[in-house]
């Protein structure tokens, strides 16, 4: 299918800036079209190229910077980098929005409109990646002279489509229009082995002769920091065979076995693993964090010696984090170098890795912990399987000599699973191998030393530490809502643009009856934009004077997602039952995508389509409540959903959700949250104050309590009348007259378990909810508390906490 050319009415040629010549020029010398004939697509491209040119100017002066001062870089080690959509970011960064904005229009082309064209760079499945993305935004903001490394998939992550209410995966293919932004560095290619023989000889010299070699290639994409003051690097890596294979197949005329090669290698950066389903045991997960984690540290070394000289210096000059274990394998491999290619001895190369390496850890869910069974470890890495046992060798030998470390104590502190089917747990191997192991909110941190880690961290009390996660203020407040973001610099003047902290000064506007109208006005323009984007691509109609009430992340059982729902089908039952009360208008918005494997997940999507589908078609509740499954969520979708949001559903099993990130982007933007006190909500809570935050049910060490002392959900959901009705009704098929059976499975695992307690917090939950009823009744007092939450969360900018990894791992300001 062809879409059809832009007919533009282009300004005289005389009339055009330079900037416009330039994107002209763009089009047709390096994309190869006139205007006449350009696309869509051309015009984003050019426009990208012609900016990227300037960015290059920046990239290469601050990489001569950072050399010239010898100073120590930072590597982010990440297997995601949710970076979405990178033109509006560079055009904002750069303070150019509104000239290249002029430049399209005299070319007759709306910048808008090209920008929404620009695919998602969906490397990453939700949080951690995301995280990274404000992470490498913030260091260059900072900055510090800083690289991501991580894979370029040729899939990231999949297209959610809605079949009936069922989620169906689609391929999304980011790169069919290439990628203007990256840089292929032929000259950058790394050999990448595995499997095969390790022999020794009696010098004690190592030698590893793999069985099959990968070629890794990289890609980079400049990363720009808020006003350019900084041009970052973020490295994917890309697989090709290894060419003298190929060749020498070639040659013997074995054509598919050549082609074969090729196939294996680029089945490596084919797909991006979903996180929350589990992927143990997969070999090829394992292949991808050996691939890319060799490349990355190949590349730090090979940099750092031919800057510095001498590989003892790494930690001097090179700073690595590891974000969470998916990189851990990095610690065998910088072992491997040290000592296989740079005669390091063992204890010397030990003391540079540990001072080398830190460690974010961003879940405690057991099912999430890494760990590989040994033999595919061995046949996989056997030089590596080496090496973690001498380090497990040095590490138990250490431990014994410390008081009070019992047998208990010693194989939980082990790198080696003996509990069944030998395995190496990578996140002991991530803790030994770094100086610093930190937490991503200050609840999961201190849940980090009461549980996973509480062995490792009596041996070495100093390692954990706190780093609350944060979101970076130029995507999820100036680019996204830029009504908002010229409200505040009318009240406050601009300079939060530069210090988010700033934004405090707007506390003294929250009873100011002036703005808090104004505000009002803000998110309702913003609320009408979504129900435009919704009533154009669902046909849905929405009343942008309702209240917005929004949960939108992955669909996982410790979110709750089933818990909105069921208060959702109580809610309508109450509305049918009694129409003549003062309801407050809602419209519940879900967005989320489920891992392809992951049943119940896939079973709630359709639960919230179902009901969806009912009460939207029920005239009795008409204006009242609307429900709403928007499909695809990913960044884009976030950038727009968020502005428009009055309630944020932050309402996960309390101790269960690390940190979360999207809390932090909804109060910025001016929600509220209605959330349990988990990660980092009870930091936005402590931030925001108890008035103006819904914190409802169980805490952490009561969640923890009642799964010791046996929980019976039974007698909860029938105890309570509004929830048993509400359960009792989607188990009867209610929402699902086509298979009455069809919720069975998730109304079963309430009964008989109940493992996330939902029953256990439903009535608490629902009485927030109409607490939550109340304030919005209350129109000054929901603004006030609006306003209350936008001038108390500066502190969750990424700048912070890039700061804090900076002074406190990092040691680079
Ligand atoms: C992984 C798995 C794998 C096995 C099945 C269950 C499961 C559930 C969750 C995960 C998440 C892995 C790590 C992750 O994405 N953590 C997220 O990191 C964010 C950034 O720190 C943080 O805000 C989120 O709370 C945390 O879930």
Redesign the pocket.
């Known amino acids: 299918m062809t879409t059809p050319a832009l007919a533009p009415s282009p300004a005289p040629a005389n009339d055009r800036s330079p900037l416009a010549e330039r994107i002209v020029d763009t089009l047709i010398h390096r994309i190869g079209k006139d205007e006449r004939a350009a696309r869509k697509h051309d015009w984003l491209e050019a426009t990208i190229l012609t900016l990227r040119d300037e960015i290059i100017d920046k990239w290469m002066a601050s990489t001569r910077a950072a050399h010239a001062a010898q100073a120590k870089r930072v590597y982010y080690l990440s297997l995601e980098f949710l970076i979405g959509r990178l033109l509006r970011d560079a055009l904002s960064n750069l303070g150019r929005n509104n000239e290249v904005g002029r430049a399209l229009a005299s070319l007759g082309i709306d910048l808008v409109e090209i920008e929404e064209i620009e695919p998602d760079a969906a490397l990453g499945?939700?949080?951690?990646?995301?995280?990274a993305a404000c992470f490498m935004e913030s260091l260059a903001t900072l900055d510090l002279p800083a690289y991501g490394y991580g894979i370029r998939y040729v899939n990231g992550m999949f297209r959610q489509r809605l079949d009936d209410g069922w989620q169906v995966e689609l391929p999304e293919n980011w790169l069919s229009h290439g990628n203007p932004w990256e840089f292929e560095r032929r000259e950058s290619a790394y050999f990448i082995g595995f499997g095969g023989e390790v022999t020794g000889n009696d010098t004690g010299i190592v030698h590893w002769k793999p069985a099959e070699a990968i070629e890794a290639i990289a890609y980079d994409t400049p990363v720009v920091g808020w006003r350019g003051k900084r041009v970052n690097t973020l490295r994917l890596w890309s697989a090709r065979a290894f060419d003298p294979i190929h060749l020498d197949a070639f040659n013997a005329g074995d054509h598919i076995g050549a082609l074969a090669g090729q196939a294996r290698a680029e089945s490596l950066v084919r797909v991006l693993y979903p996180?929350?389903?589990?992927?143990s045991g997969q070999e090829l997960r394992l292949r991808q964090e050996y691939f890319f984690s060799s490349a990355s540290i190949q590349d730090i070394v090979r940099r750092h010696v031919q800057y510095f000289g001498d590989v003892r210096t790494l930690a001097d000059k090179a700073a690595i984090q590891l974000n969470?274990t998916h990189p851990a394998v990095s610690v065998a491999e910088l072992m491997r170098l040290l000592i296989d290619q740079h005669d390091l001895g063992f204890d010397e190369a030990w003391e540079v890795t540990r001072k080398t390496f830190g460690y974010?850890n961003?879940?405690l869910?057991p099912?999430?912990l890494e760990s590989w069974p040994l033999p595919l470890f061995e046949r996989l890495l056997p030089r590596h399987m080496q090496l973690v046992y001498a380090i497990n060798a040095k590490v138990l030998r250490q431990a014994r000599k410390a008081p009070g470390v019992d047998d208990a104590a010693i194989s939980a502190i082990s790198l080696i699973d003996e509990g069944g089917e030998r395995r190496v747990r990578m996140a002991n191997l991530a803790f030994v191998g770094s100086h610093s192991v930190n937490g991503?909110?200050a609840l999961?941190t201190d849940l980090m030393k009461q549980t996973v880690f509480a062995d490792l961290h009596r041996l070495y009390p100093d390692r954990i530490n706190n780093k609350t996660?944060g979101i970076t203020p130029r995507r999820w407040l100036m680019e996204c809502n830029p009504r908002l973001t010229a409200l505040i610099r009318d009240a406050i003047g601009p300079e939060f643009c530069d210090n988010t902290a700033l934004i405090k000064g707007l506390e003294s506007f929250a009873d100011d009856s002036s703005f808090q109208e104004r505000l009002a006005e803000v998110k309702r323009s913003n609320k009408v934009a979504l129900a435009k984007y919704i009533k154009d691509s669902m046909g849905l109609r929405l009343d942008p004077d309702a209240l917005f009430d929004v949960q939108i992340k992955r669909i996982?059982e410790?979110k709750r997602q089933l818990l909105n729902i069921i208060e959702t089908v109580a809610l309508y039952d109450q509305i049918r039952s009694h129409p003549e009360r003062d309801w407050t208008p809602r419209v519940k918005l879900f967005a989320g995508k489920a891992a392809s494997s992951y049943h119940n997940a896939k079973l709630i999507i359709k639960l919230a389509n179902d009901v969806a589908r009912r009460i939207n078609g029920d005239p009795l509740v008409g204006g009242l409540l609307k429900v709403v499954f928007i499909p695809n969520y990913n960044v884009s979708l976030a950038e727009r959903i968020i502005p428009a949001a009055d309630l944020s559903e932050q309402i996960s099993t309390a101790g269960m959700?690390?940190?979360?990130?999207g809390n932090m982007k909804f109060a910025l933007n001016g929600a509220l949250t209605i959330g349990t006190l988990d990660?980092?909500n009870i930091e936005i809570k402590d931030r925001v104050g108890d008035d103006n935050i819904f914190i409802f049910g169980l805490d952490a060490d009561e969640v923890a309590a009642k799964r010791a002392n046996g929980y019976a959900p039974r007698e909860v959901i029938e105890g309570s009348r509004e929830l048993s009705q509400a359960v009792n009704a989607i188990a009867s098929g209610v929402f699902s007259p086509d298979d009455p059976q069809r919720y069975k499975g998730l109304v079963d695992g309430l009964y008989g378990g109940d493992w996330f307690m939902v029953a256990a917090d439903f009535d608490a939950y629902a009485a927030a909810q109409r607490r939550v009823d109340a304030r919005w009744a209350d129109q000054p007092a929901w603004r006030a508390s609006a306003v209350r939450n936008v001038a108390n969360v500066g502190w969750f900018s990424s700048d912070r906490t890039i700061s804090e990894y900076a002074r406190d791992i990092w040691g680079v300001m």
């Open positions: 499945n939700g949080g951690l990646g995301r995280l996180n929350d389903s589990n992927a969470d974010t961003h879940t869910l099912e999430a991503v909110a999961h996660n996982h410790y959700e690390a940190s979360g990130t990660g980092a």
